[in-house]
């Protein structure tokens, strides 16, 4: 059985490990893997259809936790243990809640202190008469009391009460003038940011969580006259510093990567890759004028992976040159799933008119399929069937996606509705491509060059 300590409006955690708000959910998976042995049976709980309307939940059965995660930046929004019988609890290095120690509400108010009564369901309370708000203290349908501190809430199971409660706004003994029945139980507890629980966001990446990597609060694709040039990241990080007394602040700044840049100046803007990724084959090479003919190339491209800023980086093996970025938006559902970090990406879109001046659109991480085409024209071309799998041997429990070209960029779609991967590539060389990734209703964009057929271009 866990041992946790509860910090109110930060973190549930131990001497180990702790899932702390803000926490980006990789860092949260990383946890549970290393701590396997201890944390088991893990569901990931997502809407297919939807997966933007609902948060991303991680459900740790055995323990009865589950780590809420917004949709949309992927930070953890909410901590709840909804089975108190499977872990221990402590607040200030006091347990509060174990095999010996029943959460009561006595023991909560000896705990906590005194707070004021908590709101119940959802709706505000102002203008509202005192038989309502007494119905926001107690529901009768789920018989729950809500007790709410600053950054933590306790659900209370009330099954022995008979009779709504009745609350005295002008009783100054805490608890008690709720007139709250002896060995009421805590059914679940919520840690957030704020003090309410309906309304709290999930809260920016605290300076823990930095742990010395950079990460990409958006990334602007850079046009030119002839089509996309390159990529221009706003970078996040933490302060640096020996001891207590480092500066913890978080510090912003902007880097830009073109194409064509070589290895050495991408390092210098924007550091050491987390990993270095050679490709073992070029198998679109079928797809090109008389491929019996090419020379094999005795060398690699190779890419430079950066999973906390969401972008992959292709180099020529011959001139050590940038032709090639990949964006991730990491949604559920996806076979790279959880590898990389969402990266928050703008393309701009010139839209031309009949009989009017052309205009520019913004194609971003969320933007669906369906609204990219009624922008850019329906496909014209059959799309090119993309499989990924581990191995030879191994299924891809996704499926297959297609990859659509359209007005020099290619679009993959992921899932009926929006978008999921986006590729440009630099008209001047074919393999300068920029990938984009996006939703569990997504699709892929690519520019490529005229030189070059789409079917080939999409999968390069």
């Not at 929006?418 to 984009?436: F, H, I, K, T």
Request: charged share 20%; aromatic share 10%; hydrophobic share 35%.
């Amino acid at each position: 059985m866990l041992d946790l300590e509860v910090v109110p409006e930060r973190s549930l955690g131990n001497e180990q490990w702790e899932f702390t708000l803000g926490m980006p959910l990789a860092q949260a998976v990383a946890i549970l893997q290393k701590h396997c042995r201890i944390i088991k049976n893990v569901q990931v709980l997502y809407s297919e259809q939807s997966p933007l309307s609902h948060d991303l939940i991680l459900n740790l059965t055995q323990d009865g936790i589950k780590l809420l995660f917004d949709a949309f930046n992927q930070r953890l929004k909410v901590i709840e243990v909804y089975d108190l019988t499977k872990v221990k609890l402590k607040y200030c290095g006091v347990h509060f809640n174990s095999q010996a120690i029943a959460p009561t509400i006595e023991q909560i108010d000896q705990s906590f202190g005194a707070t004021h009564p908590g709101e119940y369901p959802l709706p505000s309370l102002i203008g509202r008469t005192v038989s309502d708000c007494q119905a926001a203290v107690y529901n009768s349908a789920e018989q729950l009391f809500h007790l709410n501190f600053r950054g933590l809430s306790f659900s209370f199971q009330l099954d022995s009460w008979t009779e709504t409660p009745k609350y005295e706004p002008n009783f100054a003994h805490g608890l008690a003038s709720l007139q709250i029945p002896h060995g009421a139980t805590v059914k679940r507890m919520y840690i957030y940011n704020g003090n309410s629980l309906q309304d709290t966001k999930a809260p920016l990446m605290p300076p823990s969580c930095f742990l010395g990597n950079v990460y990409a609060e958006n990334v602007d694709v850079l046009r030119d006259g002839t089509g996309p040039s390159g990529l221009r990241l706003r970078l996040l990080t933490a302060g640096c510093g020996l001891g207590i007394l480092a500066d913890a602040k978080m510090r912003v700044f902007e880097r830009c990567v073109y194409f064509g840049d070589s290895c050495q100046d991408v390092l210098s803007t924007l550091g050491s890759p987390h990993k270095v990724f050679y490709k073992s084959e070029d198998k679109m090479k079928i797809h090109s004028p008389s491929p019996h003919k090419q020379v094999p190339s005795k060398c690699n491209d190779y890419f430079f992976n950066y999973f906390t800023l969401g972008v992959d980086i292709l180099f020529d093996a011959n001139t050590h040159k940038v032709k090639k970025f990949v964006l991730h938006t990491n949604y559920p559902g996806h076979y790279n799933f959880n590898i990389y970090h969402r990266c928050e990406f703008k393309i701009p879109l010139v839209i031309k008119r009949d009989s009017a001046d052309s205009q520019t659109e913004t194609c971003t991480t969320y933007s669906k399929w369906d609204s990219i085409q009624d922008l850019l024209g329906h496909p014209v071309e059959k799309p090119v069937v993309l499989h990924r799998s581990s191995s030879p041997n191994n299924t891809n429990p996704f499926g297959s996606t297609f990859c659509f070209g359209l007005q020099r960029m290619i679009f993959e779609p992921f899932h009926p509705g929006a978008v999921w991967r986006g590729n440009s590539l630099n008209p001047s060389s074919w393999g300068m491509e920029l990938l984009m990734e996006e939703s569990s209703l997504g699709a892929c964009a690519v520019v490529y060059s005229s030189q070059l057929p789409s079917s080939y271009a999409a999968q390069t």
